[in-house]
């Protein structure tokens, strides 16, 4: 298992959660805060063998980070993590870690405010403060006092809210004065690369992009195209050195959620050139 700057934190991280009900995780993108964290909880003493929910803001980001954590465990999606997601949803007796979306798990609260057989409920990218997350948190530490408190008999229902551009002070002063808990990432080098300008109606130079391929040969490279023309150009299988076929991702360049899918994807040993392609979404504004 490939270390994370996040893993350093992970023993703090547990002693906080064990000595309060709430806390707050403040880590860099890249950190390991998504698939890292859920699986370091899973076996916690007061976690008692309830269920981890896992919040993120979009369903891409809820699959992906479901098949990820489910990777890290050797196993398939359905197991012992699973997703809940409008229309799809895979889980199974036997799952532990439930990644759902800000509608899923306000409709779950308002069916069931106590939250029964739960005992954590991370709030992943908290920092865009949508309406339906600050719903959420509210529904969960109002559900928490009212059905939850320590004359029911119930463990404790816990928070864990994490982001990269957390206001982690504001929060923790939200939640009684919770611990706030800071990683530092790591920066890699970026070498930036412009190709010659062509013709509009001409292809992208593949000869280019196979050159800055060598030049970095165990460096993941990304090829931006400006058309679904060039794009499909500088896609073809047969264009890439022979190192790099059959390994390559594709990027959206016009739709960052697309670039949370690719950071996912499993790890190689081979080097991954990532090719761009153009997005289902409409990308000039709809009539009035």
């Given at each position: 298992m490939t270390a994370l700057p996040i893993d350093a934190l992970l023993d703090d991280l547990r002693q906080a959660l064990a000595g309060r009900h709430e806390a707050v995780l403040e880590a860099p993108p890249g950190a390991g805060k998504t698939t890292r964290v859920p699986l370091a909880l899973l076996d916690e003493p007061w976690l008692a063998g309830q269920r981890i929910l896992m919040l993120e803001p979009?369903?891409?980001?809820?699959?992906?980070?479901?098949?990820?954590?489910?990777?890290?465990?050797?196993e398939r999606v359905g197991e012992t993590v699973g997703y809940r997601i409008r229309l799809d949803s895979k889980v199974g007796p036997k799952t532990r870690i439930e990644v759902v979306t800000e509608g899923i798990l306000t409709r779950r609260l308002q069916d069931d405010p106590?939250?029964?057989?739960?005992?954590?409920?991370i709030f992943d990218e908290f920092?865009?403060?949508?309406?339906?997350?600050?719903?959420?948190?509210?529904?969960?530490?109002?559900?928490?006092?009212?059905?939850?408190?320590?004359?029911?008999?119930?463990?404790?229902l816990k928070l864990l809210l994490m982001s990269a551009t957390l206001e982690g002070e504001r929060l923790a002063a939200l939640l009684g004065e919770a611990p706030v808990l800071r990683s530092e990432g790591r920066m890699f080098p970026v070498d930036i690369r412009w190709g010659a300008p062509g013709r509009p109606a001409s292809g992208p130079s593949r000869g280019w992009c196979r050159r800055c391929c060598r030049r970095s040969p165990t460096s993941p490279a990304a090829c931006w195209c400006s058309s679904q023309g060039r794009r499909?150009?500088?896609?073809?299988?047969?264009?890439?050195?022979?190192?790099?076929?059959?390994?390559?991702?594709?990027?959206?360049?016009?739709?960052?959620?697309?670039?949370?899918?690719?950071?996912?994807?499993r790890?190689?040993?081979?080097?991954?050139?990532?090719?761009?392609?153009?997005c289902w979404r409409p990308i000039s504004p709809r009539p009035a």
């Open positions: 979009r369903r891409l980001a809820a699959r992906a980070a479901a098949e990820r954590l489910a990777s890290e465990l050797g106590a939250l029964e057989g739960v005992g954590l409920v920092h865009e403060r949508s309406l339906d997350a600050d719903l959420a948190l509210a529904l969960c530490l109002n559900g928490r006092t009212m059905l939850r408190d320590a004359d029911s008999g119930e463990p404790a499909r150009s500088a896609a073809s299988t047969n264009s890439w050195p022979r190192p790099w076929r059959g390994a390559t991702t594709s990027v959206c360049a016009r739709c960052t959620a697309s670039w949370s899918w690719a950071r996912s994807a790890p190689s040993s081979r080097p991954r050139p990532v090719r761009a392609r153009w």
